[in-house]
């Protein structure tokens, strides 16, 4: 049983606009939630990641806002840039259970 | 640093044929771990190792066999391939599985078994 899911296997956003992943983990222990971003072809790269002991954490265009309570964490993009189009995954810090992936597709 | 690279990028075998994938790092991290990679299905954890001469299995090792005789090579046999082992195979590693650190992952091979 997947142990962090990814829910919304795809994602279209106008150039400008917010975008926002989400991923749903089942496992209150787990402490700290990496995301990653891959480009066709390639492996994937690390984006941004949050400890439980925060429930904000921002990079630039990038901020993960984790919620404990809920089980939650989302990815949000703003402003949203074509070059964002990618599959994004969150994994928990040991990344032995990754999401299956949402794939943004940023529009210009 | 070359970071991790893998060998080779594209391969395709029959049923029944053997081969290895080859994964190496040089960023001296203990760490280490195999991923395929399936429409659908994301990131599914094969194998990892935490350290040199130490391996387990992840979520799908079936078909599968690691070992880690040195820190930077991490190579993922497939003894009898199955049309069911077409995918794209990524190697990653990290500095520790203990600590906070994201993983490096490698350009991944893509496999076709016929």
């Known amino acids: 049983d997947q142990q962090v899911k990814q829910n919304s296997p795809s994602l279209s956003v106008q150039e400008g606009r917010i975008s926002i992943l989400n991923c749903d983990y089942t496992?209150?222990?787990?402490?700290?939630f990496l995301w990653y971003k891959k480009y066709p072809a390639e492996g994937p790269t690390f984006l941004i990641s949050?400890?439980?002991?925060?429930d904000k954490n921002e990079d630039g265009r990038f901020t993960v806002f984790l919620n404990k309570s809920a089980k939650h964490l989302s990815l949000h993009i703003v402003p949203s840039q074509p070059g964002d189009s990618a599959v994004y995954f969150c994994?928990?810090?040991?990344?032995?259970?990754f999401g299956k992936g949402t794939s943004l597709l940023v529009t210009p | 640093n070359a970071g991790v690279t893998q060998t080779p990028k594209f391969q395709v075998l029959k049923t029944g044929q053997s081969m290895t994938l080859q994964c190496a790092q040089d960023?001296?991290?203990?760490?280490m771990s195999w991923y395929r990679q399936d429409p659908g299905m994301g990131l599914r954890l094969i194998h990892y190792?935490?350290?040199?001469?130490?391996?387990d299995q992840g979520e799908v090792p079936n078909g599968y066999n690691v070992s880690r005789s040195t820190t930077e090579d991490f190579p993922l046999r497939l003894l009898s391939a199955a049309p069911s082992q077409t995918s794209v195979y990524f190697c990653?590693?990290?500095?520790?599985?203990?600590?906070?650190?994201?993983?490096?992952f490698g350009p991944g091979t893509r496999l076709t078994v016929l």
């Open positions: 990653a590693s990290s500095y520790s599985l203990a600590d906070y650190n994201e993983q490096f």
């Open positions: 496992n209150s222990m787990f402490d700290y």
């Open positions: 949050i400890s439980s002991i925060k």
């Open positions: 994994a928990d810090r040991h990344a032995l259970n």
């Open positions: 960023m001296n991290h203990e760490y």
């Open positions: 190792s935490v350290g040199a001469g130490i391996t």
